[in-house]
């Protein structure tokens, strides 16, 4: 099988110990890629020196929702400076709204937001869009500040209709872990729906744990299994469907 993750936290801590060993073991399972999204600057900082380090994985630049009020022009400036001349810079992200915790307040959230659309058009890069509990709130806010800007919805929790709404926009819809659990009834409906060619497979690791694994540290190799439950969803092989998330990976983030 064929893997592109396209959103995980390789940088995480939980790595720290076996991080080397953790990777080649993912790439020896058929990871040909794998996206690391920050989530402020030292993250930035820690992405981009992993997609230095190693051929398949690439970075992100951007600030998290819930970092959002301890961002500086300082880190803005690095981020841009990245985006326009580091070529394993492939977007900005991950960015949005999280209504679940309040580590940062909701205005700060959305003027963070708003700010980093501009980025990514400026820049001319997708945005990795994290939405938690703020739907409403994230189409509205595309609709009316991210004209020009696309990119993937990570982590996808809407509903079908919402999807819809995506995709036009110019989004791909990417499932992680969380298609697999049992009890997710309604988004196993979404996966099912999303076309083809705005379909991507992620882990967020080391969150998220697929089964058979839950309650273990989550890492790319397990993408395998959300592969698996999303073409047994759609009634297709699972290494075709694996292949054509891979492609759509390489689409969205221009690797060639």
Known sequence: MRLFDTHAHINDGRFENDRAEMLQLCFDAGVEYIMCPAVDRETA??????????????AAVGVHPHESKDVTP??????????????KVKAIGEIGLDYYYDFSDKPTQMREFIYQLELAREVNLPIII??????????????????????????????????????????????????VF???????????EVPLDRLLIETDSPYLTPPPFRGRRNDPSKT?????????????????LAAIALENGKRVFNIT
């Open 45 to 58: 900082e820690s992405a981009i020196a992993l997609a230095a380090q190693y051929e398949q994985v690439y």
């Open 182 to 192: 049992p009890k997710s009834t309604k988004l196993k409906e979404v996966a099912k």
């Open 224 to 240: 395998q299994f959300v592969a698996e439950e999303i073409a047994k969803l759609k009634g297709m092989d699972v290494d075709e």
């Open 130 to 179: 994290h939405d938690r509990d703020a739907h409403g709130d994230i189409l509205a806010t595309l609709k009316e500040h991210g004209k020009g800007n696309y990119g993937i919805f990570h982590c996808y929790s809407g509903s079908w209709e919402m999807a819809k709404e995506c995709i036009k926009l110019g989004y791909y819809i990417s499932f992680a872990g969380p298609v």
């Open 74 to 87: 300082e880190d803005y400036d690095y981020f841009k400076t990245q985006a326009l001349t580091n070529p």
